[in-house]
């Protein structure tokens, strides 16, 4: 069983960056693909943003972020990281890691609920 917390949430101005890490616990971290994802303000569901396979050689991407985000991960660390630049005031969301061995429920959009772990997430503010 693996546990997930994320960090690196905060407030940034319209065209910044920031990178969230998602700290993982527990065994075999390395085996599992993880996923980044968001909640949007008065918004129910959560969507996809980004994801790496256990290797960290394969990789996906939200077309909202293509281009501005970049995932990768350090598994001698046990770490997931999304370094997000050139913010708009629309990524504003809570930001969670999630990590299951199914690569198909990683990249699912909307998210698949029963992913193996999910952490609490980290708030992220794009002032305009």
């Known amino acids: 069983q693996v546990q997930l917390v994320e960090s690196g949430g905060g407030l940034v101005q319209t065209g910044g960056s920031l990178r969230l890490s998602c700290a993982g616990s527990?065994?075999?971290?390395?085996?599992?693909?993880v996923g980044w994802f968001r909640q949007s303000p008065g918004v129910e569901e959560r969507e996809f943003v980004a994801?790496?396979?256990?290797?960290?050689?394969?990789?996906d991407y939200a077309d909202s972020v293509q281009g501005r985000f970049t995932i990768f991960r350090n598994n001698a660390k046990s770490t997931v990281y999304l370094q997000m630049n050139n913010l708009r005031p629309e990524d504003t969301a809570v930001y969670f890691c999630g990590a299951d061995g199914n690569w198909g429920r990683i990249i699912a959009n909307p998210p698949y609920k029963g992913l193996a772990a999910w952490g609490q997430g980290t708030l992220v503010t794009v002032s305009s």
């Open positions: 994801a790496i396979d256990w290797s960290g050689h394969g990789t």
């Open positions: 527990g065994q075999f971290f390395s085996d599992f693909n």
